[in-house]
């Protein structure tokens, strides 16, 4: 059921369910994923709108045109195809029902989608481009983005609201909710949080708990200099609802000896970055080609001495190293590869000849 509800969760416009012991079709709010918590087999579209209305009628599967006993469902989109009102699939679908049926893997070949065709009349269903699914304990999935098997606790700038959820968790996560670690821990913030493996000391540090896939998992590792910087275990969390569970979390054996031991980590207030605008300057043809009549040029008197620190892309601040291969501007409260930050010294340094 988990992944049932992590495809509701992400795919919120419409399920979609050929049964495969009738071959009848029927239509559901995405949220009522639980009638596929049976036994009886069966083909299920969860919708993510991307083009067409959200509405019943653009929930998959189609029919293919008049041949009412093709019926066709796809995970993807294809530009050019499909209107504010009609979906991709659909028009798709009309297509197909005017083609003859043995041209149709061809022509569905040329895209880089997942299909599905269904025959009510000959009982039976076919998967094109089969090498862009995944099989996993005997079902085929159209994406591996649903398996959020992974549930991580975070307590530093990957909780919601701070830098790095942008980048890491907004959209590849769902969030749990939120929670504190079972056993208290000191939780130092130096520059960067850490928390400690040592129990018993500190507090019972609040945390933000998501369930993620594989792929995120691996990019949080690297992100944490996981097993090398900070270490991933597993550890008890007590979410807000009294229930206990069992969640990833990342661990710096740093000092902790007459360091001050947090409960939460909190964000760095953003400083905006300021500029001084000269007086418009008279735009040459090229600068006309490229940015058009308005354009401006300022003064970057005001902005920090770079030439042998690295700094933020962002705000121009200072950037603190972790000991790994990352980098935190704390003014923003957001991290970076040292690749990113070498490009603004690049642009600060770069000598423009006529």
Same mark, same amino acid.
């Given at each position: 059921?988990?992944?049932? =509800?992590?495809?509701?969760? @992400? %795919?919120?416009?419409?399920?979609?369910? +050929?049964?495969?012991?009738?071959?009848?079709? /029927?239509?559901?709010?995405?949220?009522?994923?639980? *009638?596929?918590?049976?036994?009886?087999?069966?083909?299920?579209?969860?919708?993510?709108?991307?083009?067409?209305?959200?509405?019943?009628?653009?929930?998959? &599967?189609?029919?293919?045109?008049?041949?009412?006993?093709?019926?066709?469902?796809?995970?993807?989109?294809?530009?050019?195809?499909?209107?504010?009102?009609?979906?991709?699939?659909?028009?798709?679908? %009309?297509?197909?029902?005017?083609?003859?049926?043995?041209?149709?893997?061809?022509?569905?070949?040329?895209?880089?989608?997942?299909?599905?065709?269904?025959?009510?009349?000959?009982?039976?269903?076919?998967?094109? %481009?089969?090498?862009?699914?995944?099989?996993?304990? !005997? #079902?085929?999935?159209?994406?591996?983005? @649903?398996?959020? /098997?992974?549930?991580?606790?975070?307590?530093?700038?990957?909780?919601?609201?701070?830098?790095?959820?942008?980048?890491?968790?907004?959209?590849?996560?769902?969030?749990?909710?939120?929670?504190?670690? *079972?056993?208290?821990?000191?939780? @130092?913030?130096?520059?960067?949080?850490?928390?400690?493996? +040592?129990?018993?000391?500190?507090?019972? #540090? =609040?945390?933000? #708990?998501?369930?993620?896939?594989?792929?995120?998992?691996?990019?949080?590792?690297?992100?944490? !200099?996981?097993?090398? $910087?900070?270490?991933?275990?597993?550890?008890?969390?007590?979410?807000?609802? !009294?229930?206990?569970?069992?969640?990833?979390?990342?661990?710096?054996?740093?000092?902790?000896?007459?360091?001050?031991?947090?409960?939460?980590?909190?964000?760095?207030? +953003?400083?905006?970055?300021?500029?001084?605008?000269?007086? &418009?300057?008279? &735009?040459?043809?090229?600068?006309?080609?490229?940015?058009? =009549?308005?354009?401006?040029?300022? =003064?970057?008197?005001?902005?920090?001495?770079?030439?042998?620190?690295?700094?933020?892309?962002?705000?121009?601040?200072?950037?603190?190293? /972790? !000991?790994?291969?990352?980098?935190?501007?704390?003014?923003?409260? @957001? $991290?970076?590869?040292?690749?990113?930050?070498?490009? +603004?010294?690049?642009?600060?340094?770069?000598?423009?000849?006529?």
């Amino acid at each position: 059921m988990q992944t049932l =509800e992590n495809a509701s969760y @992400i %795919n919120q416009h419409g399920l979609g369910v +050929v049964w495969l012991d009738t071959f009848k079709t /029927d239509y559901f709010k995405s949220s009522e994923y639980s *009638v596929l918590d049976t036994t009886r087999p069966f083909i299920a579209h969860f919708r993510y709108a991307t083009i067409g209305k959200i509405n019943k009628a653009n929930t998959h &599967p189609f029919p293919c045109g008049e041949k009412k006993q093709e019926m066709f469902m796809m995970n993807g989109t294809v530009k050019k195809y499909g209107n504010k009102d009609m979906t991709d699939t659909q028009h798709m679908a %009309n297509i197909l029902g005017d083609m003859p049926r043995h041209d149709w893997k061809v022509f569905l070949a040329q895209f880089g989608c997942r299909f599905v065709s269904v025959n009510t009349a000959t009982k039976s269903f076919q998967i094109y %481009n089969r090498e862009l699914f995944t099989y996993k304990d !005997g #079902v085929w999935y159209s994406k591996t983005n @649903i398996f959020r /098997d992974n549930v991580i606790a975070v307590y530093g700038t990957l909780k919601k609201g701070h830098g790095n959820y942008i980048g890491y968790l907004q959209g590849k996560s769902i969030f749990v909710g939120g929670g504190e670690t *079972v056993n208290k821990h000191p939780l @130092i913030v130096n520059g960067l949080p850490y928390l400690s493996p +040592v129990k018993g000391v500190g507090h019972h #540090v =609040e945390v933000d #708990v998501f369930r993620v896939d594989d792929d995120t998992f691996a990019e949080v590792d690297r992100l944490e !200099g996981h097993p090398r $910087w900070y270490r991933r275990e597993l550890t008890d969390i007590r979410m807000e609802d !009294g229930k206990i569970i069992s969640a990833w979390a990342y661990f710096n054996d740093v000092d902790i000896e007459n360091l001050t031991h947090h409960k939460s980590y909190e964000p760095v207030p +953003v400083r905006a970055p300021s500029f001084k605008f000269a007086k &418009p300057f008279q &735009p040459t043809i090229e600068t006309e080609d490229d940015f058009g =009549e308005d354009c401006w040029e300022f =003064e970057d008197n005001d902005l920090p001495d770079c030439e042998d620190d690295l700094i933020c892309p962002t705000c121009y601040a200072d950037v603190e190293f /972790d !000991g790994f291969n990352n980098y935190l501007c704390s003014e923003c409260d @957001i $991290w970076y590869a040292e690749s990113d930050l070498n490009e +603004v010294l690049d642009t600060t340094h770069r000598e423009y000849n006529d």
